[in-house]
């Protein structure tokens, strides 16, 4: 069984001192910019969010990729079960999904900059969202917590919500209805 941990730090709108800091403290960049469109299916009675778990379908380019989320687990940094597999054809999964009772119920979408180290069992993902920035730190429980320390940020400033709970709280904070997290087209 592979868990994730992870943490998000909300940044600001300007990029470039962030992306600096990476380069400075010797990140480098490891997958380029690429837009990503996420699906989250559940059926009629939300059986999985009530639990805490979802299944995603991820699109990037012309590469799909499906994900299974357990319930977080309790800590500091979010710890869940993560199952992924890569997909040739996720139009066809979708179809699969409809079929047997599984509906989209959410859909977002952000751009994405991965970020590894030289040394260190983890990776930084910048995420600009239509909600703004984030970094994702993935990796081990202390490896997150030396790099998060290392970029400037301390444990209050550590976010465990899904893109999902955040958006609900930007929508409610701007007094705007939920709906999909897209950018404007």
């Known amino acids: 069984m592979a868990f994730e941990i992870e943490i998000k730090l909300r ?86 999904l409809e079929k047997i009772g599984f509906h989209p119920v959410f859909r977002y979408e952000k751009y994405r900059t991965e970020y590894s180290a030289r040394s260190g069992p983890g990776k930084i993902m910048l995420d600009e969202t239509p909600i703004g920035n984030f970094l994702e730190i993935e990796g081990s429980a202390s490896w997150i917590d030396r790099t998060s320390k290392l970029l400037g940020f301390k444990h209050a400033d550590y976010l465990k919500a899904s893109y999902g709970s955040l958006y609900r709280a930007y929508c409610r904070e701007q007094g705007k209805r939920v709906r999909d997290m897209l950018f404007r087209t």
């Open 11 to 96: 940044l600001p709108d300007g990029l470039s001192k962030i992306r600096r800091i990476l380069r400075e403290r010797g990140f480098r960049i490891v997958k380029r910019r690429s837009r990503e469109t996420n699906v989250l299916f559940d059926n009629i009675k939300h059986s999985l969010g009530k639990h805490g778990k979802l299944i995603r379908i991820r699109r990037v380019g012309g590469h799909g990729l499906l994900t299974f989320k357990g319930p977080p687990m309790r800590g500091k940094h979010k710890k869940r079960e993560e199952i992924e597999i890569d997909l040739a054809a996720p139009d066809h999964l979708q179809v699969i």
